[in-house]
C-alpha cells in the first residue's frame, strides 16, 4: 500500500500517513512555466495498492486537474489499483439538469477520474448521496458525524434541537438529531443568487432551545447566517453550527462573526482558514479515512465506520 498527496492538503494527508505507520510516497509537483501541471511519481509503484489524498477544494480546478495527472501518472506506472481519496468532493452542488443548458459537473467529475484511470473512489459527506451513483467502480462513500457526533455529545449541551438549514439537509440532521437524542427542526430556505439567500420559515420547535445547525458545506455563509437569524427570532437560546466542509470564502468568515452563530464545528477535510478569531472547533477525520484505507487494502467491510 502506497499513499500519495496531491497538493491541496498535506497535511492531512500526512495524518493519515501516520496514523497507518507510513510515510507519504514520493512524488514531485511542479508548475511548467505555462501553468500545465508537471508530475513524477518518484517511488516505483509497480504493482501497489495506490491511494491518493486530494481533496478538490480552492483552487478547485487546480486541484482536480492535479489529482487527474497523478493517477494517469500511477496507471501508466502500472500501480495495481488506484484510489482517489477525496475527503472533500468539489463540483458536486451541480448534480442534476433542474434549469435548460446547465450542466452535471459532478457527473462530469466523476467521468473525469475514471478516463483518468482510477479504480476506486473514497470520499466524506458528498453534497448529494446520488453522486455515488455517478461513479461505475466501487465507492466507499463515509460521513463525518461519527467524529461531529461524538464531540457534540461531550458538550453536554441541554435542551438541544438539530437544525437543516434547508431542506435538502433535513436527512442529515435527522441523523445527528436520532444520535443526539435531540429535537429535529427545519428552516424553508430560497437562495436568490450564490451569496443571497432568505430563510423564510422554520417548521419545529426551536423557542427556549439551544440549536446546532448542521449543514455539509458552508461557502458564502448565505445559508447559515439566514438560519441563525431567523432561529434568533423565533426564540432560540444558544446557536451552534456543525459543518463537514469549511470551504468557506473571505466573507464568509465576516459573516459568521456577525451572525448569532457562537462556534462553529468543522473537520480537516480541507485546509484550514484564518478564522479572524471566530471561535471554530476543527476535528480530524484522519483516523477515520486512515482506518477506511487500511480495510479496503484488505478487502475488510467499512460498514462499521458508518456507526455512530
Ligand atoms: C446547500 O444545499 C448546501 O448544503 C449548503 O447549505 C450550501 O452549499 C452552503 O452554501 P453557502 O454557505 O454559500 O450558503
Redesign the pocket.
Known sequence: MRIFSGQAHRVLAERIATYLGQMLGDVKIERFPDGEVCVKIVDSVRGQDVFIVQPTCFPPNENLMELLIMIDAARRASAARITAVMPFYGYA?QDRKDQPRVPITAKLVANLLVAAGVNRILAMDF?AQQVVGFFDIPVDHLFAAPVIVKHLREMKIPDLVVVA??P??LKMAYAYSNKLEAGLAVVAKQRRSATE?EAMNIVGEVANCNCVLV??????????YAAAELLKKRGAKRILAAVTHAVLTDE?ILRLKKSPIETMVTTDSVPPKDWQGFPVEVLSVAELLGEAILRIHNNQSVTSLFNI
Not at 215 to 224: H, I, N, V, Y
Open positions: 452542488r453534497h438549514p434547508d435538502g439537509g439567500v449543514d455539509d458545506l458552508c461557502t458564502t455563509g448565505g445559508t447559515l464568509a
